[in-house]
């Protein structure tokens, strides 16, 4: 048995160095941040510095660094996927958070502002302090750069005997790379991949996943001096000042491209807008005064569902210089709900109705009903009777209510189902109005996420005071006297 332990270890550590550069991982990306800012809870893969600016001819130096790789692990009831959320914490997963012993990544730049010199990577930590991973024998499966794409790709593995990195609360680079500065303009410096491969033998041992979940963040170069630039790129469904994101299908899209002027002379510019690689709008010969802004607006309507990636381009004349400036937004489009109440159409007060959403479904493959927000409203009035949240995932799509033998509004009352999805798109009323069943909504596609039903409530059958619940009730009470009256009389015999 222990033979056997020790071939299935070395077997795994044979698949590791084979299979390192197509090893997915778990990345949570997101736009550049200050590095004295990165999250602790979790390894970082960044650039450093984030944000660095340097004229013309200068030359800088950029690194890929990795923080806190620690020896925790975290426990999971759901497995990470590329761009998730981290999930709460359970016991069905076990995620390692250090015990790195191998990577790939690709870095990029634009290369027509930032030239390539050279780069080192810093690997083993014993020949280079501050570096990451450990002798004996890292192999190095690419380090490669195509200077001429702006491109970088570096995937090393480390061997056993060597220990396994971690390096908590404390940054380990990966690289340096050299360059210079050949115009002015703006660099987005992006690690396009990032994968963090785990000590095979300790999570063989552990049961612990081989990726290394961590989030992710870019950096950014800038020449110093201030001159026009696409300062934001905003997409989604506008309504009230606001960028809704995810967009629900059917709902009209709306690009917002902003230009601002931070320098001293006024430049012209042509300015281009993409949906992936298509050409959706252009703006030419545009100028812009020091210190001025302008907005951009185009709308797309009826988006096929996924995700949608919009590129603002913008060639920039500044005096008789030429330079470009790039920025990116992504929208996510969304299915929606098909609701179902089944339930009755008459009641009578004193009676108690039970409604279902049982038959409700989400037309999004990767969409789920969460909650089902239930409400009565008795006739012009204007507060429910009646509230009740329902947990889609514990099964409660169920709502009841009884109708007060007392009550004196009859006629058409109004069940109100509203559900909340899993993108966090709900119904929502207009600014300033209370959600009635008949009330405006802010975004008219969250009519989707809306159910009413009318309910004829009648008096009690007529009977007045002598419905079937007091009957009941007065029953109960003469059985109770007739039992007693008998009881005292055999006690007095």
Known sequence: MIMLKKAAAFLIVVLALLDLAII??????????KAESLESDMPVVFIDPQNRTADPDDQIVISLRIFNLSANFRM??????????????????????????????????????????????????????????????????????????????????????????????????????????????????????????????????????????????????????????????????????????????????????????????????????????????????????????????????????????????AEILHGATTFSDEVSASITVVGIPSLVIQGPDTIKAGETLTFSASGSTHNDPNGQILWYKWSIWAPEETAPRESYNGNASAGEDTFQYKVPSAVTKFGNWTVLLIVEDSFGITAEPKTGQKLLPDGELMRTATAAYVKTKKLDVGEAGGLGFFNLENIALIVIVIIVIIALVLYLRRRSR
Do not use: C
Not at 25 to 30: E, F, L, R
């Open 76 to 313: 999971t009831d759901d497995q990470w996927l590329p761009g998730d959320p981290f999930p709460g914490i359970g016991g069905r997963y076990n995620y390692s958070t250090g015990y790195l012993y191998g990577f790939t990544f690709q870095f990029s730049w634009d290369p027509t502002v930032l030239e390539y010199v050279d780069h080192t990577a810093t690997v083993p930590v014993e020949s280079y302090p501050g570096g990451i991973l450990h002798d004996p024998g890292v192999i190095t499966v690419e380090d490669n750069v195509t200077a001429s794409e702006g491109k970088y790709r570096l995937s090393m593995q480390s061997q056993h005997p060597a220990l396994a990195f971690n390096l908590p609360g404390a940054n380990a680079t990966v690289f340096n790379m050299t360059f210079n500065v050949i115009k002015r303009g703006k660099s987005y410096l992006r690690i396009d991949q990032s994968d963090l491969v785990n000590d095979f033998v300790h999570l063989f041992t552990t049961f612990l996943q081989d990726e290394i979940p961590h989030w992710v963040r870019d950096g950014q170069f800038q020449t110093s001096e201030l001159l026009t630039r696409i300062e934001s790129v905003k997409a989604g469904a506008y309504f009230d000042d606001t960028f809704y994101d995810p967009v629900i299908s059917g709902e009209t899209t709306t690009i917002e491209t902003t230009m601002v002027n931070d320098g001293a002379l006024t430049d012209t510019y042509n300015l281009t807008l993409f949906d992936g690689t298509n050409e959706i709008a252009e703006w030419i010969d545009e100028t812009l005064d020091a210190g001025e802004n302008k907005s951009f607006t185009h709308e797309i309507s009826n988006l096929g569902l996924g995700s949608h990636s919009f590129t603002a381009e």
């Open 24 to 33: 997915g991982t778990i990345i949570i990306p997101s736009n550049f941040a």
